[in-house]
């Protein structure tokens, strides 16, 4: 009952979402006249804001907000005027270069021979044996016309008056003047509106933030914040880099159609610069008339090229080098969903929409970034991965099997490590698997055939060469202990707490511990615990690490822990929660009550924590190297002449203020001879050695 309960109020969610989306498409439709005003005028809005919070400072609010929007739109006129200069000069010109079109159409003629000329041959046929319309078809009744010879054989007939009508013309002059007042007025009027809402968001941002965190936030202010500070970032970014890249642009393509010769640069630099706001085609719409301009100034191929080729490589430039690097962390949106956002807006709003299509595409991927609800924005058009590495291997292993798993397991290993594969793709795929399993959602047959995949895999990977310091993996463990990878290494056990998933995670860190020239062995885990325990009493395992993969729990853990302490009540044991992150604190509490010494939560933790064992459990103690200035060294310390002399106060200090800061039971100062270590000041050191004051050199652990 409740799965179809969750069931119909699935599909009521879908059906709603669909009557949402098209009620919000309709209105967007229906109030374009309105919107489209709006929408520009939050883009300028957003472009503005940097230069007038600057200029505040100075000015105040009211001079700045005028200064700036009177500079925006004075820059405007003034190139809306420039440009209507060359437009009149362009048109003045466009005559003499008629020769040189004239020559270029003749050279371009269709070749005689080949499919194209025998294919333009045959409509040249096709259209001789059409009838014309001077030639009335076969069986016609058209009346044959009177000439003056058959007029003269035509008998007298009376002539019919012919009617005239009288109608007064009827002048043309207020529909020109209707139309051409509502071209002009319609855009004044948007860009008045657009005007007036600038310098109202300008003066009162604040307050509209306020009251936008006020109607979406709703008690959830912190959220709403964080969306709209990553919305106004990302678009301010994306703006102000674009208005930079694109008038870089426009000088570029100026100053190249100027050296190519092309007349009137000026103007087709300017018209570049304004296309290329438009996503994807405005640079190949601006390259169209300098192309054809080109075309008809010049006497040969050579200038069209030239044309050609600059508009492509500033393109690339651009595209590759420029817009990467200032645009930084990019808008967070797929090229994929820009594509189509682009066909979408424009199919709504025009031209407008597309030039807003990536404004307002931004705006709704952040959107879905911190509005639950509004998550599948989020999927559908971020540029983030659809799936997680876990997720993708899981879906390969599933569907295409072990060869495809394994891919993608060698291309994540091309920047992470054998132990970050572990821990964050195959355990974490394991956890699914068991889960879907649970859920009836995976037969049998599919686990066990999962199962063996990653088996498989793991045995594959174990047999490929060793990077250099797999532990580094996880820097963050492996910087918090001062064990090196060359430290004394110890035999480990992995148990499996449970079932075959907690063997597999035991063989992966089989693995990676045996790469750090431990021995270790993995058990099965069809043994019983009594098993488990007599094959680490036979082999004489120091240590044993207990592998938990959820839906295992710690409770199985804790049963295993309990038998190994009473049974091997000296052997260090580790249990490895593997991917745990909720109450790990409680959890370990149990786990150590039960007898363990240690809990991880990830492979590389556990590898860092075995090592810290090793330490402890090694019975010789591995003497420090001789250092290199050796000789040197011992001149100085001679020269100090401070060995076999009496204790000081100064080195006691040391000591003491040594072992409180760094809450240790043990700090000592001591100077290592040639032969001897002299201990000058000791904390917690065993009394017969603290009365000795000295020791062999090969037995120090300090040099």
């Given at each position: 009952?409740?799965?179809?309960?969750?069931?119909?109020?699935?599909?009521?969610?879908?059906?709603?979402?669909?009557?949402?989306?098209?009620?919000v498409?309709?209105?967007?439709?229906v109030?374009?006249?309105?919107?489209?005003?709006?929408?520009?005028?939050?883009?300028?809005?957003?472009?503005?804001?940097?230069?007038?919070?600057?200029?505040?400072?100075?000015?105040?609010?009211?001079?700045?907000?005028?200064?700036?929007?009177?500079?925006?739109?004075?820059?405007?006129?003034?190139?809306?005027?420039?440009?209507?200069?060359?437009?009149?000069?362009?048109?003045?010109?466009?005559?003499d270069?008629?020769?040189?079109?004239?020559?270029?159409?003749?050279?371009?003629?269709?070749?005689?021979?080949?499919?194209?000329?025998?294919?333009?041959?045959?409509?040249?046929?096709?259209?001789?044996?059409?009838?014309?319309?001077?030639?009335?078809?076969?069986?016609?009744?058209?009346?044959?016309?009177?000439?003056?010879?058959?007029?003269?054989?035509?008998?007298?007939?009376?002539?019919?008056?012919?009617?005239?009508?009288?109608?007064?013309?009827?002048?043309?002059?207020?529909?020109?003047?209707?139309?051409?007042?509502?071209?002009?007025?319609?855009?004044?009027?948007?860009?008045?509106?657009?005007?007036?809402?600038?310098?109202?968001?300008?003066?009162?941002?604040?307050?509209?933030?306020?009251?936008?965190?006020?109607?979406?936030?709703?008690?959830?202010?912190?959220?709403?914040?964080?969306?709209?500070?990553?919305?106004?970032?990302?678009?301010?970014?994306?703006?102000?880099?674009q208005?930079l890249?694109?008038?870089?642009?426009?000088?570029?393509?100026?100053?190249?159609?100027?050296?190519?010769?092309?007349?009137n640069?000026?103007?087709?630099?300017?018209?570049?610069?304004?296309?290329?706001?438009?996503?994807?085609?405005?640079?190949?719409?601006?390259?169209?008339?300098p192309?054809?301009?080109?075309?008809?100034?010049?006497?040969s191929?050579?200038?069209?090229?030239?044309?050609?080729?600059?508009?492509?490589?500033?393109?690339?430039?651009?595209?590759?080098?420029?817009?990467?690097?200032?645009?930084?962390?990019?808008?967070?949106?797929?090229?994929?969903?820009?594509i189509?956002?682009?066909?979408?807006w424009?199919?709504?709003?025009?031209?407008?929409?597309?030039?807003?299509?990536?404004?307002?595409?931004?705006?709704?991927?952040?959107?879905?970034?911190?509005?639950?609800?509004?998550q599948?924005?989020?999927?559908?058009?971020?540029?983030?991965?659809?799936?997680?590495?876990?997720?993708?291997?899981?879906?390969?292993?599933?569907?295409?099997?072990?060869?495809?798993?394994?891919?993608?397991?060698?291309?994540?290993?091309?920047t992470?490590?054998l132990?970050?594969?572990?821990?964050?793709?195959?355990?974490?795929?394991?956890?699914?698997?068991?889960?879907?399993?649970?859920?009836?959602?995976?037969?049998?047959?599919?686990?066990?055939?999962?199962?063996?995949?990653?088996?498989?895999?793991?045995?594959?990977?174990?047999?490929?060469?060793?990077?250099?310091?797999?532990?580094?993996?996880?820097?963050?463990?492996?910087?918090?202990?001062?064990?090196?990878?060359?430290?004394?290494?110890?035999?480990?056990?992995?148990?499996?707490?449970?079932?075959?998933?907690?063997?597999?995670?035991?063989?992966?860190?089989?693995?990676?511990?045996r790469?750090?020239?431990?021995?270790?062995?993995?058990?099965?885990?069809?043994?019983?615990?009594?098993?488990?325990?007599?094959?680490?009493?036979?082999?004489?395992?120091?240590?044993?690490?207990?592998?938990?993969?959820?839906?295992?729990?710690?409770?199985?853990?804790?049963?295993?822990?309990?038998?190994?302490?009473?049974?091997l009540p000296?052997?260090?044991?580790?249990?490895?929660?593997?991917?745990?992150?909720?109450?790990?604190?409680?959890?370990?509490?149990?786990?150590?009550?039960s007898?363990?010494?240690?809990?991880?939560v990830?492979?590389?933790?556990?590898v860092?924590?075995?090592?810290?064992?090793?330490?402890?459990?090694?019975?010789?103690?591995?003497?420090?190297?001789?250092?290199?200035?050796?000789?040197?060294?011992?001149?100085?310390?001679?020269?100090?002449?401070?060995?076999?002399?009496?204790?000081?106060?100064?080195?006691d200090?040391?000591?003491?203020?040594?072992?409180?800061?760094?809450?240790?039971?043990?700090?000592?100062?001591?100077?290592?001879e040639?032969?001897?270590?002299?201990?000058?000041?000791?904390?917690?050191?065993?009394?017969?050695?603290?009365?000795?004051?000295?020791?062999?050199?090969?037995?120090?652990?300090?040099?």
């Amino acid at each position: 009952m409740r799965t179809n309960k969750n069931t119909s109020a699935a599909a009521l969610a879908g059906i709603f979402t669909v009557l949402l989306t098209a009620f919000v498409i309709t209105v967007l439709s229906v109030g374009r006249e309105v919107l489209i005003p709006l929408a520009l005028a939050v883009m300028l809005t957003f472009l503005l804001s940097p230069l007038v919070a600057r200029m505040e400072r100075f000015i105040g609010r009211i001079a700045a907000v005028l200064l700036v929007v009177a500079m925006l739109f004075g820059l405007i006129g003034g190139t809306g005027w420039l440009l209507t200069r060359q437009i009149i000069d362009l048109a003045a010109k466009l005559p003499d270069y008629q020769a040189n079109i004239d020559s270029k159409l003749r050279t371009i003629r269709i070749p005689t021979g080949g499919a194209l000329g025998r294919f333009t041959h045959s409509v040249d046929e096709l259209q001789k044996q059409l009838p014309t319309s001077a030639e009335p078809p076969p069986g016609s009744t058209e009346p044959t016309p009177v000439t003056a010879e058959r007029s003269a054989r035509m008998p007298p007939t009376v002539q019919q008056p012919m009617p005239v009508r009288i109608v007064e013309s009827q002048s043309r002059l207020p529909q020109l003047l209707q139309s051409a007042a509502t071209g002009v007025l319609g855009p004044l009027g948007t860009a008045g509106l657009v005007l007036l809402l600038v310098i109202f968001m300008l003066f009162k941002r604040e307050d509209l933030r306020g009251r936008m965190i006020r109607l979406i936030g709703q008690g959830r202010i912190s959220a709403t914040t964080r969306a709209m500070d990553d919305a106004g970032t990302r678009v301010a970014r994306y703006l102000s880099m674009q208005f930079l890249v694109n008038v870089a642009f426009g000088i570029s393509i100026a100053i190249g159609l100027y050296f190519i010769g092309v007349p009137n640069a000026l103007l087709w630099g300017a018209f570049a610069a304004l296309m290329r706001f438009i996503p994807y085609v405005g640079a190949w719409i601006a390259a169209a008339v300098p192309l054809l301009l080109s075309l008809a100034v010049s006497t040969s191929w050579l200038a069209p090229l030239l044309v050609l080729a600059l508009f492509i490589a500033l393109e690339l430039i651009n595209a590759n080098v420029l817009e990467p690097w200032l645009y930084g962390a990019s808008t967070g949106v797929s090229s994929m969903a820009l594509i189509v956002a682009a066909v979408f807006w424009t199919w709504l709003w025009g031209p407008v929409g597309l030039l807003l299509s990536t404004p307002l595409t931004v705006c709704l991927a952040v959107m879905g970034r911190h509005v639950p609800k509004l998550q599948f924005l989020s999927v559908l058009l971020s540029e983030e991965q659809a799936l997680a590495p876990h997720e993708e291997i899981y879906y390969r292993l599933l569907r295409l099997g072990l060869a495809e798993g394994s891919d993608l397991a060698e291309t994540f290993l091309k920047t992470n490590s054998l132990t970050a594969l572990y821990d964050s793709v195959l355990i974490p795929t394991i956890t699914l698997v068991e889960t879907d399993a649970q859920r009836e959602q995976l037969d049998s047959e599919q686990r066990t055939a999962i199962h063996q995949h990653i088996h498989d895999m793991v045995e594959d990977l174990g047999s490929m060469p060793a990077k250099k310091s797999e532990l580094e993996a996880d820097k963050t463990v492996a910087q918090h202990t001062a064990v090196p990878l060359t430290a004394p290494t110890c035999s480990v056990l992995c148990v499996p707490a449970r079932a075959s998933r907690d063997e597999l995670a035991g063989a992966m860190l089989t693995q990676l511990l045996r790469q750090q020239g431990f021995h270790a062995e993995n058990t099965a885990a069809s043994l019983s615990p009594a098993d488990m325990i007599e094959q680490a009493a036979k082999g004489k395992f120091e240590a044993i690490c207990i592998s938990v993969v959820a839906p295992s729990t710690h409770i199985h853990a804790r049963f295993i822990c309990g038998r190994m302490r009473a049974a091997l009540p000296h052997i260090k044991i580790v249990v490895g929660v593997w991917g745990a992150t909720e109450n790990m604190v409680e959890t370990g509490e149990r786990l150590r009550s039960s007898g363990a010494d240690e809990v991880v939560v990830s492979l590389a933790e556990a590898v860092v924590q075995l090592a810290k064992f090793s330490v402890v459990i090694t019975d010789e103690a591995i003497p420090a190297p001789i250092p290199a200035n050796e000789e040197e060294r011992m001149t100085e310390l001679a020269a100090l002449n401070i060995l076999d002399t009496l204790p000081e106060d100064a080195f006691d200090r040391i000591t003491a203020k040594a072992a409180k800061i760094f809450e240790v039971p043990i700090a000592m100062v001591s100077f290592i001879e040639r032969d001897r270590q002299w201990i000058k000041s000791a904390t917690g050191l065993p009394p017969d050695l603290e009365e000795a004051r000295a020791t062999s050199r090969s037995e120090s652990v300090c040099g």
